[in-house]
């Protein structure tokens, strides 16, 4: 992670300022809340990743008090825009005494982030078994894989539905998902290539658990009383149709695994694909 490797584009340095290694410029940012913004960067030329990978990301930090020594902060962050996207989107939260989003949220068009073009992860198409439903489970910052693997084609021609559950705190934090969801419906190049309506297969089941909404609660609580399915009009998970990604908090991560191994799924991971995969979202 200390190796230093130079930029490309050696005309774009400014002499005075320190050179950033693996440079990407920033191409927007969008702040959804107080907590939440997203943002995208132009994507390395040879870069190729699979849908749901993350990379590491950052800035450089502080110089060091004695030394004056500079080295990159970095954390791993889920690349929310497709395999097949032109440029790489990210969703973040923004905590203030955060070593790093206490200073990333502020981010401008045309800035310089860290990217190392090493994408790996687990949130991928390949370590599951094939099956008739994807569930993809998040909270928070954790729908960013799946901001990813729902515009990947793979998705709908490996399942016949798609569901998407995002528990957040507030209905404000739902927003960059429903928004997203939204769009698939008129994304004219997705429709072309997937085929027309594709995003029919999706069934979306937001929830909040502070804030008033049309369902209240977090997601493993409406799963056990059986809620969820009811809402969904879908059965519990089993092996024999149901693959499932998990991505938020440690807590949920760790209470929703416990769930599925009593429904009889398995973890899989891209070297023994099974039933359902895990990561953890990033929190700085
Ligand atoms: P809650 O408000 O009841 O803690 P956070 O912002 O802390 O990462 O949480 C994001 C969302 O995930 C919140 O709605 C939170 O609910 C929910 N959550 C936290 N822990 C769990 C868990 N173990 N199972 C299900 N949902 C959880």
Partial sequence: MTEMTPVTDTNAIDAKKPVLPDAQTVTSVKHWTD???SFRVTRPASMRFRSGEFVMI????EPHPTTGKVKPLLR?????SPSWGEELEFYSIKVQDGPLTSRLQHIKEGDKIILRPKPVGTLV???LLPGKRIWFFATGTGFAPFASLLREPQTYEDYDEVVITHTCREVGELKYGADL???LKTDALLNEVIGEGFWKKIKYYP???REQSPKMG???DLMRSGEAFSDLGVPPLCPETDRAMICGNLAFNLELKEMFEEYGLEEGANSDPRHYVVEKAFLD
């Fill in 125 to 127: 198409h390949d370590a």
């Fill in 76 to 80: 791993a962050y889920s690349i929310a």
């Fill in 207 to 209: 929830t909040t658990t």
């Fill in 181 to 183: 969801i939204e769009s």
């Fill in 58 to 61: 950052g800035l450089m930090g």
């Fill in 218 to 220: 977090r997601i493993t």
């Fill in 35 to 37: 907590r939440l913004f």
